[in-house]
């Protein structure tokens, strides 16, 4: 029944490739934030010459579109495929040559009657939207499997001097050999070379059961590979063992052997010119970038590193991530340049695009002289602009928010406050953009995570809050990502009465400073957020009039009990622990503690945090005899990526802090 039902949803893809259907777009405050971005993802092609969008459609669908930027005066887009979201979804294209993109299409399907699961499958199509193609699953989508690829595969990279080829890591899945010889017998990960027009397939390293991950150097080069090691039980142990080829070819040889603590080195990138992998690892507690040889004597070398917070990836450039820098996050998001002429190149745009420190390079051609930049702020959603640096011309192209240009939107603060114990919690601050600042109704908004931090940066869940009137608190309480391990603590579920008192001691801090009216506050979280919000209204029952909790977790012994089908059930039972914590952190139990009314949003395709997370707290809340209620939305996923859905999340949020807050409808 499972595979009839994936192969009836693959083969209907075609069928949507030219489906038509547009989103209406509401003239209230709630419609312009709540819609999904305007350009989701975007990427340049080889030549420079066209540009591919990924635009939303009603619902979750999306359509891919193509411009082409050699003609004269208006960009003119062209839709060449189009997914409706039920279950078929776009998550993004690449191109493979200047004909030919690859595009990622997913959603969710369930597996063995209970198992709720994300699929996803790759198809080729042309730039003008013919030959549209799935790759094929080694094994995978047969009758005769012995299982199922829920990966349709991963391009790591471009197959050297063929044009159209892509390096794709690939699951292949053995098939029942009785009855016939041409079974697909291999199991595990492999990498194959694939012809993004014909399909065929050339392998370039046989698939090993253990395999995880393969890192390509830009030349077409398999360098990097990551192994499991899977414990008696069947589990995923916390360990991974890398291993690296050398540069005239030869066996795999050890690397480095990476723990949950990363202090060890962990690989992310390969320099073919350089014969280099690079990676973080800790430093004095905190993650540094560094460059390590591919050889005998395997040198580390460090490239970077921040005294007071993580580093947390590498900026690359072009189709063969070529590594240009590092990027890592003070009060607003910075970047470290190892390459001297993108470091001028920076500098430049930062000075042609006053407003817009945010500065990014999305995507270049193959001889990176056409760049596509994306450019926004805090009160700039962000657009996208093409740069001829042969030409020194810059042009604007798309905008990622059309909806919000007449808007006036809100200056965000960096900001710090004190804990309880005197530790200076970071936050960030915004305010209503009519210039109050003084006795506001307030919301305080947790991250989610909790491995995550908030930045400095549009939020149209912040914006929106502060456009009717509120102030916005964002703590990067004790627990967050980002700022070392000292900082991280046990994580925000074992060290929770620390997170959460810093919560809470931002909500106090806003009052103290007369931001906040007294018994004006409000907390609105999603995920771990919501977490934080339900649990802090357990704990302090009297600080916030009313909590809103979007895909929360509310029972952490249910959450362990999520992923005991699944390989990773281990690290996510470590990563709970066990103990008192578990009984006291868990919101469910407690329900009765509630004063203030709760509100719940959570969708029906929810992997993240499963729909009985916050069934269970609605149950318990009405058992209690709290004022709750819980909204459900069919067939969204954890992001709720519906504009519809998320203009209902705002409006009814709104209403529900407006009554309990301002003491009005």
């Known amino acids: 029944m499972f595979r009839q039902q994936i192969s009836h949803w693959l083969f209907g893809i075609a069928s949507l490739a030219f489906a038509t259907g547009s989103a209406t777009a509401a003239d209230d405050m709630a419609a312009r934030f709540g819609a999904r971005e305007d350009v989701e993802q975007s990427s340049l092609s080889p030549d420079g010459n066209w540009i591919a969008f990924v635009q939303p459609l009603n619902g979750q669908g999306a359509g891919l579109y193509v411009t082409d930027l050699r003609g004269s005066g208006e960009l003119q887009m062209k839709r060449i495929l189009a997914v409706d979201g039920k279950p078929d979804r776009l998550a993004g294209c690449q191109w493979a ?22 699929i996803s499958r790759v198809a080729a199509v042309n730039a003008d939207g013919s030959d549209l193609k799935l790759l094929n699953i080694p094994g995978g989508d047969s009758l005769r499997s012995r299982g199922v690829s829920l990966s349709g595969g991963a391009v790591i990279g471009l197959a050297a001097g063929n044009d159209g080829h892509v390096l794709m890591m690939r699951n292949y899945v053995p098939e029942v050999t009785i009855g016939t010889r ?18 065929r397939t050339r392998p370039v390293e046989p698939p090993k059961n253990n395999a995880r991950e393969y890192i390509a150097d830009g030349l077409g080069n398999v360098r990097v590979m990551g192994t499991r090691t899977i414990d008696a039980t069947g589990y995923d142990k916390e360990e991974r063992s890398y291993f690296y080829r ?32 690079y990676g973080l690892k800790r430093k004095d507690g905190r993650l540094a970038a560094y460059a390590k040889a591919l050889d005998d004597g395997g040198v580390e070398t460090l490239l970077f590193a921040h005294d007071q917070v993580d580093v947390d990836g590498f900026i690359t450039i072009g189709r063969n991530k070529r590594p240009i820098g590092v990027s890592y996050a003070t009060d607003r998001r910075r970047v470290f340049y190892f390459d001297p002429a993108i470091a001028k190149l920076a500098a430049a745009l930062s000075s042609a695009l006053p407003g817009k420190p945010n500065v990014r390079v999305v995507d270049a051609s193959s001889d990176e ?10 009160v700039d959603p962000g657009h996208y602009f093409l740069l001829d640096r042969a030409t020194n011309q810059m042009a604007p192209v798309a905008a990622s928010r059309p909806q919000l240009d007449d808007i006036t939107l809100a200056p965000m603060q960096h900001v710090t406050y004190p804990a309880a114990d005197g530790t200076q919690i970071p936050a960030y601050l915004t305010l209503p953009p009519d210039g109050g600042a003084k006795g506001l109704p307030a ?33 990067n309480f004790r627990g967050s990502a980002g700022y070392g391990e000292d900082w991280f603590q046990q994580n925000g579920f074992k060290s929770w009465r620390t ?34 919000a339900l649990q802090s209204a357990v704990t302090e029952p009297d600080l916030f009039k009313a909590v809103v909790a979007i895909a929360p977790v509310t029972e952490l012994n249910q959450l362990r009990e999520e992923r005991r089908t699944w390989t990773d059930f281990r690290q996510t039972s470590d990563f709970i622990g066990t103990g008192p914590h578990v009984d006291e952190g868990s919101p469910a139990r407690h329900a009765g503690a509630i004063k203030s009314p709760v509100l719940l949003f959570h969708g029906t395709k929810d992997i993240n945090v499963g729909l009985q997370q916050s069934q269970l707290m609605q149950d318990r809340l009405v058992r209690a005899g709290k004022a709750s209620e819980l909204v459900i939305f069919d067939g969204l996923d954890h992001y709720l990526e519906d504009s519809q859905a998320r203009t209902e999340m705002l409006t009814k949020s709104a209403g529900t802090v407006r009554i309990s807050v301002c003491g009005r409808a």
């Open 443 to 475: 919301i305080v908004m947790p991250h989610g995570g909790p491995g995550a931090r908030d930045e400095w940066g549009f939020d149209w869940m912040v914006q929106y809050f502060a456009s009717q009137g509120y102030a916005v608190l964002q703590p």
């Open 182 to 199: 041409n079974a697909q017998t291999k199991e595990g990960l492999g990498v194959d070379d694939v012809d993004s027009v014909t399909l």
């Open 369 to 378: 002289k056409k760049l596509l930049i994306w450019a926004g702020s805090d």
């Open 499 to 532: 997170a959460i008192g810093d919560i809470d001691d931002g909500a106090r801090w806003l009052v103290k400073q007369g931001i906040a009216g007294v018994g004006r506050l409000a907390i609105f979280g999603w995920s771990y957020g919501g977490y934080a």
């Open 97 to 118: 040559s200047n004909n030919r993109l690859l595009c990622t299409i997913y959603g969710m399907s369930i597996m063995g009657g209970t198992d709720l699961v994300q």
């Open 246 to 277: 050398p540069a005239n070819g030869g066996a795999w040889q050890p690397l480095s052997v990476v723990m949950q603590d990363n202090a060890n080195f962990n690989p992310s990138l390969v320099d073919a010119e350089k014969n280099l992998a």
